[in-house]
């Protein structure tokens, strides 16, 4: 059987892209093949851009009105194709069933809120701002805007973005992941059926070099990214060279801090599926566990090494494991293992105990599959390699704190600022830690912080390095220019 070749999507249609490169599209769970993605150049993303920027008049001419009917098409067609959707992330990407179910409800809340633009969109007026003289604010559209994404959440970080930069009357390119391609083959198809007009969305599949060519192209606005930090500080950078906007969003360690009043057993269920969830490969997954005393760094131990030990490592997709909740998948790919296999290495030289090597897990009948069992450090001091790496995968340290000051300047020392968490059951902790962590989402009692649609999304330090957050009403900001009008009318005759 042949093996399907993926499509760019370009002016309101599907291209064959005229290329000798091309990338294999493969099930981590398996290791087999699943699709071949076209390495576009940086003439293919030219050609989308162009498109995009020739129906940006018309475009950001139509009434908001009309512009977001089509986004409510799109909501009835994604809701239509939902679990055939998840699926194929499932497949590609090796979450699991309910982590994709989950990712395809906030897509689906994304779009939702995308359509209350004409509300998100309204500027502001001030009637005599001086004699006779009134004052307004204008929220303008202005131009073709672009999407890096990342293998991750190849469904729900589009959705972040490109919603509400077409509602507010830009044109958009998506760049996904060359790792998971196909499940936004599979949405722009609904977004082909929903009718837009030609340019207004573009897919451009490509590996570093199409995301590099949408930098660099001169009639690109602004660009939106999301995956490591120091990719970010790419992007961030060449957007200032060519003075583009950007939202460049890197990586994370986050943090999850247990006081010594925490409901352990409610804690312990939580941290599983935050540490463990997407087989740890999540901005917002916890990797790093601050126990404060020692009496709460021994329960903790004791009972998360207990609990991780069943934690059900299979391929996503086995009808065995439908019906769990919880199922660590595999991980990308082969050079994802292989990092977190050296990272495994390097916490045992730096002299943290191992107390659970995931790295011996086998899958029957998946023996080509990526797949990484729950891994533990205990014993895990500050400023560890370990402890300061995003390693991205399903690796937890747990290191010991003497009070919450100490556990605060643990996270605040850290290069990164996504998310944390703390349980506790005082207000008086739960107060100091919100205002006094510098993250961008906090958690309290919640082991994954990530906010509703609604609210916007991001970190703090190398985790963001742009001041306009994803999603919501927040990001409106990003796609609109404010336009500041000063107007008086004199009598006539």
């Known amino acids: 059987m042949a093996t399907r070749r993926l499509r760019n999507y370009v002016n309101g249609g599907w291209i064959e892209v005229q290329t000798d490169e091309w990338i294999e599209v493969e099930n981590p769970a398996t290791g087999k093949v699943i699709a071949q993605a076209p390495l576009s ?3 293919d993303v030219g050609r989308a851009v162009e498109a995009a920027a020739a129906a940006f008049p018309g475009w950001s001419r139509t009434p908001v009105s009309r512009r977001v009917q089509y986004l409510f098409r799109l909501l009835e067609l994604l809701r239509r194709d939902e679990a055939c959707i998840a699926r194929t992330l499932v497949e590609e990407m090796g979450k699991s069933v309910p982590d994709a179910e989950a990712e395809m409800k906030r897509a689906v809340e994304n779009l939702e ?7 998100l969109q309204q500027g502001d007026k001030l009637v005599d701002a001086a004699a006779e003289i009134d004052g307004e604010v204008l929220r303008v559209p202005l131009g073709v805007f672009g999407l890096i994404a990342p293998f991750n959440f190849p469904a729900m970080v589009p959705f972040w973005f490109f919603p509400y930069a077409i509602a507010a009357g830009n044109t958009y390119v998506v760049k996904p992941s060359e790792l ?31 995301g590099e060519a949408l930098v660099e192209h001169p009639l690109v606005k602004g660009v939106s990214f999301v995956g490591s930090s120091a990719a970010a500080r790419k992007v961030a950078e060449g957007c200032a060279r060519t003075g583009k ?7 994370a360690k986050n943090h999850l801090v247990v006081m010594p009043d925490a409901k352990i057993e409610h804690v312990i269920r939580n941290m ?4 463990y969830g997407c087989a740890g490969q999540r901005c917002m997954a916890a990797s790093a566990i601050v126990c404060v005393g020692d009496a709460t760094y021994r329960q903790v131990c004791e009972q998360l090494l207990a609990a991780s030990r069943e934690v059900i490592v299979a391929d996503p997709l086995d009808p065995k494991v439908a019906g769990e909740a919880m199922v660590l998948g595999p991980v990308i790919s082969a050079k994802a293992q292989r990092f977190i296999h050296e990272m495994i290495e390097v916490g045992i030289e730096e002299g943290a105990t191992l107390a659970l090597d995931g790295r011996r897990v086998v899958v029957p009948g998946r023996e080509g599959g990526h797949y990484i069992g729950p891994t533990i450090f205990t014993d895990v001091r500050p400023g560890m390699r370990i402890h300061t790496t995003e390693i991205f995968g399903p690796v937890v340290v747990i290191l010991q704190a003497n009070d919450l000051d100490e556990a605060i300047g643990i996270i605040n020392d850290g290069a990164y600022g996504n998310g944390a968490s703390i349980y506790t059951q005082s207000g008086y902790y739960a107060r100091r830690f919100k205002l006094e962590a510098r993250v961008g989402m906090v958690g309290i009692n919640v082991g994954i912080p990530a906010p509703v649609a609604a609210l916007p999304f991001g970190g703090m330090k190398a985790s963001q390095l742009s001041d306009i957050k994803a999603q919501g009403r927040s990001v409106v900001r990003f796609f609109t220019d404010e336009r500041i009008v000063t107007e008086r009318y004199w009598p006539e005759g």
């Open 41 to 43: 150049t940086a003439e």
């Open 113 to 119: 809120i995308a359509c209350a633009m004409p509300v």
């Open 180 to 210: 998971v391609p196909c499940t936004m083959q599979r949405v722009t198809e609904l977004i082909d059926e929903a009718g837009l007009p030609p340019g207004v969305f573009n897919l451009v599949n490509g590996d570093r070099r199409a």
């Open 245 to 251: 906007r950007y939202q460049a969003m890197g990586g």
């Open 272 to 275: 599983i599926t935050s540490c």
